[in-house]
């Protein structure tokens, strides 16, 4: 039968227990015993930090020292107008695309291809030039000459496959009335 535990607690009488003197010590034993601390050795990781650092300061220092075998080490192999000024970058940027603009629009013919070998030879001269003027640029300075002759041999470039284009469209016309005066 069910009993009522309303009654069950009036009836309760706290009986007095006392611990012993050192039950918190025999606990705290107990407790160690079976969860032992572990103490994590990081010792590995500091050694690991310490040379990963040392290695970034020696890779540091070799990269930016110069070479010290009595030869001058040079920052950049070639100069341009570009790294003058922004302007000067515009400039060589505007006649550099119309140069390569032309190149890429140009006609290549059985016909035409005499012309062309011609022309290409006079630019691959003018492009030799512009490599000796930057080199002159690198080893004498900024001076407006040079800046003045590279921006010329630009433009002689560009002029030449101009009138490249207009004699390869002036042989054309020609070419086709031929076709048609046989038909």
Do not use: C
């Not at 490599?131 to 040079?146: H, M, V």
């Amino acid at each position: 039968m069910p009993k009522d535990i309303r009654n069950l607690v009036e009836d309760f009488q706290e009986e007095n227990l006392e611990l012993s003197n050192n039950h918190e010590d025999r606990f705290l034993d107990k407790l160690n015993e079976a969860f032992p601390e572990k103490r994590k050795s990081y010792s590995w990781l500091y050694k690991v930090a310490s040379i990963v650092v040392l290695l970034g300061v020696g890779l540091t220092f070799y990269v930016t020292q110069p070479e010290s075998n009595g030869e001058k080490v040079e920052a950049k192999e070639e100069i341009s107008l570009g790294d003058i000024s922004p302007e000067m970058k515009k400039i060589e940027n505007y006649y550099l695309t119309a140069i390569n603009y032309e190149i890429a629009s140009l006609n290549i013919t059985s016909e035409n291809k005499a012309l062309l070998d011609e022309y290409f030879e006079k630019i691959s001269k003018l492009d030799v030039d512009y490599k000796r003027l930057n080199q002159k640029l690198k080893k004498e300075g900024i001076t407006k000459e040079t800046i003045n002759s590279l921006i010329t041999n630009l433009q002689l470039r560009l002029q030449l496959l101009i009138q490249l284009k207009d004699q390869i469209n002036d042989l054309q016309p020609k070419e086709n009335s031929n076709e048609n005066r046989i038909i």
